[in-house]
């Protein structure tokens, strides 16, 4: 969608699964649980053992704080607090029968892996020099990050064999696209489009001029290909709907006729957009030979998400837990306010000793 590639600045969407809470939180809880503070440290004690080996309470406490750090949880409820203790507990489980699994089928990680995987930890930081100031700062050595890396992706191909079979059917995906076109299928009235964006104003209003005097498109992008961020190629379209109109970015193109040019308009530090309305599109639902591929991908994702959970679940089931205290993993009891009064024959007792 072309307002997809409008937007300057994306927000990933993230799928949330058993197997990115077991990765991350887990990682949490052992690289941050030695570094507690003071005020952690006292009281702390055993909660559980998982194979026989302790399980702080310090150590949960921290995996929760800095997991609600990270999701933005102002504030927990005693109910979500133990829910979490027992999802931290289960996950330092799962965490080692997958230790279990990998060291049993012999699972390798070549080096190339591991530097694939540390060149795209760069990626998160501004530059090179950042992400080894980073490292310094936290005193990571890039000898034991690889080591982590290493057993990180070795779990990942562990779980990706529980989703090899995953299949989808054209009859399952064909029934899907019944129950659920009008709702994730039907394409709302808008534009095809044809556009161009650019780094340079004098670039977008020449390349404008070009093709408003008849110059073929993809020529007359090779004229001004300097400062071309992206564009559409001769003959193809984008589709933009008719409420995206009403943008802020796009609303200067609102009135534009078929077959006419607009722009160049200013969406972003360094960025202007020209753009031609080429066919106007009522609403329609669209047709299962136009996204088979997208209902199948759904249908897949669905599949190997379930299959990651139950094999996840397997290993759980098998993981050696013991809790020591159980009242850190209960929640508190809720205690109503008809708890706190006096039954009848409590206040006939008190009534009477009064006179």
Do not use: C
């Not at 197997?19 to 952690?40: A, Q």
């Not at 020529?219 to 379209?237: D, P, R």
């Not at 993981?319 to 809720?334: K, L, S």
């Not at 205690?335 to 009534?351: T, Y």
């Amino acid at each position: 969608m072309l307002m997809r590639s409008l937007r300057t600045k994306t927000k990933s969407i993230m799928l949330v699964i058993v197997v990115v809470f077991v990765l991350s939180l887990v990682t949490m809880y052992i690289s941050r649980g030695t570094s507690r503070s003071r005020s952690d440290a006292q009281g702390d004690y055993v909660v559980a053992k998982v194979d026989g080996q302790k399980v702080m309470r310090s150590q949960i406490d921290t995996a929760i704080r800095n997991a609600a750090e990270n999701m933005n949880f102002e504030e927990l409820d005693p109910k979500h607090i133990a829910e979490m203790r027992k999802s931290v507990l289960n996950n330092i489980a799962i965490y080692k029968e997958l230790q279990k699994e990998v060291k049993a089928k012999k699972i390798v990680v070549d080096e190339q892996e591991v530097e694939e995987a540390i060149k795209n930890i760069e990626k998160s930081f501004p530059t090179k020099e950042a992400f080894m100031a980073y490292m310094n700062d936290n005193n990571i050595k890039m000898e034991d990050l690889k080591k982590e890396l290493r057993e990180r992706l070795a779990q990942q191909k562990l779980i990706q064999e529980s989703t090899a079979n995953v299949e989808v059917s054209d009859e399952e995906a064909k029934d899907f696209y019944e129950k659920t076109k009008d709702y994730f299928f039907k394409q709302p009235e808008g534009y095809d489009v044809s556009y161009a964006r650019f780094k340079d104003e004098n670039d977008a209003k020449k390349f404008k001029e070009l093709v408003a005097e008849g110059t073929g498109w993809n020529e007359a992008l090779a004229e001004v290909k300097g400062s071309l961020i992206s564009s559409t190629e001769e003959g193809k379209t984008a589709f933009v709907s008719s409420s995206d109109f009403a943008s802020e970015n796009l609303k200067a193109f609102a009135d534009l006729k078929l077959g006419e040019i607009g722009g160049p308009q200013k969406i972003g530090e360094e960025d202007y957009l020209v753009l031609m309305k080429k066919k106007y599109n009522p609403a329609k639902v669209l047709s299962y030979d136009e996204v088979s591929g997208d209902v199948k991908n759904i249908i897949t994702n669905e599949k190997r998400q379930q299959a990651e959970q139950e094999y996840l679940s397997s290993l759980l089931e098998k993981a050696d837990i013991q809790i020591v205290d159980e009242g850190y993993f209960n929640p508190p009891v809720e205690v109503s306010s008809d708890d706190n009064k006096p039954s009848n024959d409590n206040a006939e007792e008190n009534a009477s000793s009064d006179s």
